[in-house]
C-alpha cells in the first residue's frame, strides 16, 4: 500500500485529475488484454518527460513499483501490476513530434497509436512496416516494449528493425539518450535494441525514433486452399525458397475454417484443411509477375482453388477470412488464449501436427492461424477461465507444445512476449546462465527493482 | 441485478481492447473507464459484487453515446450497447436519476414530450406552412402514420424536416396523417435515462393510437425514433425511415427531381446506419438528383463517427458532445465538400449548431430539404 503523503507526492507531480485512485479507475486498470487481474494502488497519468523524471525518483526513493502501460492490448501480461504497485498511463503522451521525409524517420511520443502513425506517414508516401493485429489502438511504445511484429514480418521484420533511438527515464529519474536518426550507428552497446523487447522493466521511454520506409506503390493478393496440410506446407517452402519475399504468408487450419463458416466470416470448401492468404508488394510490374508466379506455385502443390484479387476490393474479399478468425474464434468459447510458439519455418508442419497431437491427447480445442512466412505460430485455446480442470490441461499442452517448439529451434514467443504468461517457461529456452545475466542487467538499471517488477524475470 | 442474458454479453469480452479504436468518447477522454472495454469491466465487477454502484459509476455509463461504433469493433460479438444501456437501468433504479436527466424525465412524464411545451403544441411546426391544407395532416383514417419524433415537433432548428417531408409526401400522393397532440414520444430518451418501464407506457399509447386510425404503415423522420419502434415496439406495422420511403416513391416514379448542383457527403446517423441497417436509402436518393456529387466520409456506413448527439450525452456533458461534434466537422473538411447531407434531426442540430459555433463554411442539409429543393426543379 501507498501512503498517503505519498499519494499526495505524485498527485502534485501530475495534477490531481491525472492521479487515479478510485475503485472505478483502478478496477479499470487491473488487466490488459491477457487474461489474470490485479488491481494497481494508483494509476499516473503522465504528460511529459519531466514529470516522469519527477515519478521515477519519488518511486525508487520510496520504493514504490510502477508499471508502464501503453493501451493494454498485450497478451503476455506485461501490463498489470502483479506485485502491486502505480501503473504509470501515456494516453496524454500521444504526439507525433516530427515527421522527417529527408531522413526517412519519425519522432513519437510513446502513447501515439500505431496505425495513427501510418496514417500520417502515408501522406509523405512513407510506410512505418510493424502491423500488429492490435495496430488500431496499440501504442508505440507498447509496440517497442514488446518489440511487436506483424503480417507484415515476414518481409519487413519485427519492431527492432525499425527503431532507431529513444529517450529513456531511467528507474533513478535520469534521461538517457540512446541512437539517434541515423539508420548505422554502432557507437558502444546497443542500449536501443536492449530496450526494444524489454517489457517495461529497464526504462520508460518518453520519446522514439522510428525508420520509415517507401510506401509500395502496388499489392498482389492471393488466396489459395489445401485439402491436405502438407500442400499448404509445400507452398510456402516453393515460395520462400524461389526468392520471392512475401509481406504476408497466413495459414489457417481446418479448426479455423470450420468455425469461421459457421460464424459465416466466409465460404470455402468442407474438404479445405489449411488456407493461405499470401500477398507481395512493390512496383506494379514486379508485383504482377511475383503473383502469377505464386499462383502457379500454389496449383503446381495442391491446392483445391486458388484465387487472385484484381482489385482492391477483391483483396479485401480475401482478407476477410483471415479477418474475422479471430472473433470467430474468440465467439465459440468464453475464453481464448492466443500463444505464440515460433519455429524455424521449415518445422511449421511438424509444430502444427504436434499441436494437433497435443489437442487430441489433452481434449481441448485449438485453431491455429500461423504467420506461416517467418515460421510464427498463433495456436488459440479456446476454453473457460472459469473452468479450473480445463486450464490445467491447457497448460500442459501448453508446456508440451514449446518443449517441443524448442527442440525444433524455435522459440516461445515469436512477438507477443513472455510477461507473467510464460516467464515459467523462460528455463526451457535458456540456461541458468543466461537468465542470470538477465537478471544481473535489469538490477544495473533498476536496483531497488521497481519497474514492472514480477514479469518476466 | 444484472439479467443473466446481459452478464453472458460481458462474459464474451476477452479485454483485447479493440474497442478503443471507434470509441469517440474515448479519443477525447483518454482513460480507460471510458474505453467501452473498462465499462464493460466495471459491468462484470457490479455484477459480481467486486464493485457496489456509486456516482462515479453514474457518471461513467452516462458518458457515452450509445453510438454502437464499439459494437461493430468488437471481434467477440459483444452486444456492448445491450450492457450498457442495461446498467443506466440497473444505476437508475438503485441511485435514482442522472441528476441532469430529471428535468427532461420529468417534462416526459408530464408533457409526453422532451420539451418543456404542452403536448398539444406538438402539430406547432405547422404554422409556418403556406397552403396548408383543410385536414391539416390530421385524418382520420389514413394508409400511412408520419410519427414527426419530439425534436422536429419542437425545435425551430429542425421544425423544417416535418415541413418539408409533408411536402413530398403531399407531392407524392401518399396517404398519410400526423398523431399531432396525440403523438406521444417514442420513448427513447427514457430508454437512455435508465426508465425503460416508462418507455413501454409510451409505446402502448402510440400503438393504440396507429391502430385506431386502421394504418398500416409508419414512417419516421427520426432514426432514433425508428429504432426504438423496431426494438421495443412489439408491432407488426410495416415501419419505414423517411429515406426508404421517399427512395420507395423515387423508384415509382411518383417523385420528379429536377437538378441540384452540388458536390455533398453524407453522415450516415447512428440509429439510422449502424443500429438500424439502413445505408443505402439515403445513397440511393442522393445519386437519383441530378448534379449531385457524393463524396464519401472517411469513415462511412458502419464505420461512421457519431456526430456527438447520442445518448442523452449532451444533457449531461455538453463539452463533450461540442468535441465529439467538432471531430465530425474535421472529418467532413476532410472530404473537401462544402455540404454534408443527414437524415437525424439531432445530428442536423449537433453538426450545424458547433458549425455555427465555429463559423466554419459549411453547408448543412437534413435530405429532405435536398429532396424538396430538387422537386421544386422537377
Known sequence: MISTSLMDEFRSIVGNEWFLDTPEDLATYSYDGFLPEFRPDAVIVPGKTDEISKIMGVANRERVNIIPRGAGTNISGTSVARKGGVIMAFHRMNKILEIDPENMCAVVQPGVVNADLQKEVARYGLMYPPDPASMYVSTIGGNVALNAGGPRGVKYGATKDYLLGLKVVLPSGDLIKTGGKTFKNVSGYDLTRLMCGSEGTLGIFTEITVRLVPLPPAKATLQAIYSDLDDAAKTVSAIIGSGIVPTTLELIDRVVLDVIRDYGGAEFSRKAEALLLIEVDGEEVSVLTQGERIEKFCREKGAIEVQRATSPDEAEKLWQARRSAFGAVASVRPSCVVEDATVPVKRLPDIIRKILELSDKYRVQIGILAHAGDGNLHPIFMTDLRDKEEMARIDKAMEEMYEAAISMGGTLSGEHGIGIAKDRFMPMEFTGTAIELMRRIKRVFDPNNILNPGSFL | ?378
Open chain 2, 1 to 378: 441485478m444484472i439479467p443473466k442474458s446481459i452478464a453472458e454479453e460481458f462474459d464474451q469480452c476477452i479485454k483485447c481492447g479493440l474497442c478503443q479504436a471507434t470509441c469517440p468518447v474515448f479519443k477525447d477522454l483518454l482513460l480507460e473507464k471510458f474505453n467501452p472495454r473498462g465499462k464493460i469491466q466495471l459491468a462484470r465487477y457490479y455484477s459480481q459484487g467486486k464493485l457496489d454502484l456509486s456516482d462515479h459509476y453514474r457518471d461513467i455509463f452516462a458518458k457515452c453515446l450509445l453510438c454502437g461504433a464499439c459494437v461493430v469493433t468488437c471481434p467477440s460479438g459483444v452486444d456492448l450497447n445491450k450492457v450498457f444501456v442495461s446498467m443506466r437501468e440497473e444505476i437508475t433504479t438503485k441511485r435514482g436519476l442522472h441528476p441532469k436527466m430529471e428535468e427532461v424525465v420529468r417534462s416526459l412524464l408530464v408533457n409526453h414530450n422532451i420539451s418543456d411545451e404542452d403536448n398539444a403544441e406538438r402539430g406547432g411546426w405547422r404554422d409556418f406552412l403556406k397552403d396548408l391544407p383543410e385536414h391539416m395532416y390530421q385524418k382520420d383514417r389514413a394508409e400511412v402514420v408520419y410519427f414527426v419524433g419530439c425534436v422536429a415537433s419542437f425545435f425551430p432548428m429542425a421544425q423544417t424536416i416535418p415541413q418539408n417531408l409533408v411536402r413530398i409526401l403531399e407531392s407524392a400522393d401518399v396517404d398519410f396523417t400526423i398523431l399531432a397532440g396525440e403523438e406521444w414520444c417514442c420513448g427513447f430518451p427514457l430508454i437512455g435515462a435508465g426508465v425503460p418501464e416508462k418507455a413501454r407506457e409510451m409505446a402502448e399509447h402510440n400503438l393504440a393510437k396507429v391502430r385506431e386510425l386502421g394504418a398500416k404503415k409508419v414512417v419516421f423522420s427520426c432514426p432514433s425514433c425508428y429504432r426504438t419502434w423496431h426494438e421495443y415496439y412489439e408491432t407488426d406495422l410495416e415501419l419505414f425511415h423517411s429515406t426508404q420511403l421517399i427512395e420507395r416513391l423515387i423508384k415509382d416514379g411518383a417523385i420528379r427531381l429536377g437538378e441540384v448542383k452540388a458536390t455533398v457527403t453524407y453522415h450516415d446517423p447512428c440509429d439510422l446506419g449502424r443500429n438500424g441497417g439502413v445505408y443505402d436509402a439515403p445513397r440511393q436518393i442522393l445519386k437519383s438528383i441530378p448534379g449531385i456529387t457524393l463524396v464519401e466520409l472517411e469513415n462511412n456506413r458502419a464505420q461512421s463517427v457519431c456526430c456527438g448527439g447520442g445518448g442523452n450525452l449532451e444533457m449531461v456533458d455538453s463539452g463533450l458532445t461540442g468535441t465529439v461534434a467538432q471531430n465530425k466537422i474535421e472529418e467532413i473538411k476532410r472530404t473537401g465538400a462544402k455540404t454534408v447531407v443527414t437524415s437525424c434531426q439531432q445530428c442536423i442540430r449537433t453538426i450545424k449548431g458547433r458549425a455555427r459555433r465555429q463559423k466554419a463554411d459549411l453547408t448543412v442539409y437534413e435530405i429532405t430539404e435536398l429532396v424538396l429543393q430538387a422537386i421544386s426543379r422537377g
